[in-house]
């Protein structure tokens, strides 16, 4: 794993490299860099901000959010994903409702959100826990739809119960599919985050980044953007290696 990781660092610093160029240059071909401040300009103001503790609680408060939705997400679109693929009824009653609300962007729940519920903490939890249900409730389904039907019956023939299908043979087959919406999920949490924090008027690094946009500070706008990606990736990571004891018995595919 020492070359793949030191080829995609690599491949990071070659970017940094070619963003302070274009910067210094003010490279100038479709995409303008004249008002894109430097790496360096970037890294000095972050580290300006780490001095402080304002920019800790727009992380803090952001964290709070996503593992709250998220985990509202997980749970209620692992359940209705189950019972959507393994009844016809539950995926006929409940799927149009998603094929209806899922295409609608999180900026647009923004108003309806603000009407319905009572604060806005509440508000933003519930646009980060839109954005992340539906991604997990349709990887859900697709698994449980894909477990291979000469399984259930050899467990049927055995005297498997609904329930001993449902958790040893349903569940684990679907389990990759699971995972993947899981991890989809998390990455679309974060995006929706960004547009629920609009709304905010105190902490969140979504908050924090529209605030620099109005502010006309830069080097923070990019700032709150590296954040952002760096803790959605992170947290991704740290869903997939949560849920790699639950695959333990995939094989691997090869790889070149």
Same mark, same amino acid.
């Given at each position: &794993?020492?070359?793949?990781?030191?080829v995609r660092i #690599?491949?990071?610093?070659?970017?940094?490299?070619l963003w302070e160029?274009?910067?210094k240059?003010?490279?100038?071909?479709?995409i303008t860099f004249d008002n894109i401040p430097a790496p360096s300009v970037v890294g000095a103001a972050l580290m300006a901000e780490l001095t402080g503790q304002e920019f800790y609680l727009h992380i803090l408060h952001s964290l709070e959010r996503v593992a709250i939705a998220y985990g509202l997400a997980v749970v209620l679109g692992v359940l209705l994903g189950v019972a959507m693929g393994r009844s016809r009824w539950?995926?006929?009653?409940? &799927?149009?409702?998603?094929?209806?609300?899922?295409?609608?962007p999180a900026v647009a729940w923004i108003p309806l959100a603000i009407l319905m519920l009572p604060s806005e903490q509440s508000s933003i939890i519930f646009i #980060?826990?839109?954005g992340a249900l539906f991604p997990v409730i349709l990887n859900t389904v697709h698994g449980v739809e894909q477990t291979n039907s000469v399984l259930v019956r050899a467990a049927r023939s055995l005297g498997a119960s609904r329930t001993a299908i449902l958790w040893h043979v349903v569940l684990p087959g679907a389990m990759p599919s699971i995972v993947a919406g899981l991890a989809i999920g998390m990455g679309v949490a974060w995006f929706s985050l960004l547009a629920g924090e609009i709304i905010s008027g105190?902490?969140?690094i979504g908050y924090y980044t529209w605030n620099s946009y109005t502010l006309i500070q830069y080097p923070q706008i990019i700032i709150g &953007?590296? #954040?952002?990606?760096?803790?959605? #990736?992170?947290c991704t990571l740290l869903v997939r290696k949560g849920c790699n004891p639950l695959l333990k018995w995939q094989a691997k595919g090869g790889r070149s």
């Open positions: &794993m020492g070359p793949r990781y030191l #690599t491949a990071l610093i070659v970017a940094v490299i160029l274009a910067s240059q003010g490279f100038n071909f479709y539950a995926e006929d009653i409940i &799927m149009p409702y998603i094929e209806l609300l899922r295409p609608i #980060t826990f839109l105190q902490y969140g &953007m590296l #954040t952002i990606g760096g803790l959605g #990736t992170l």
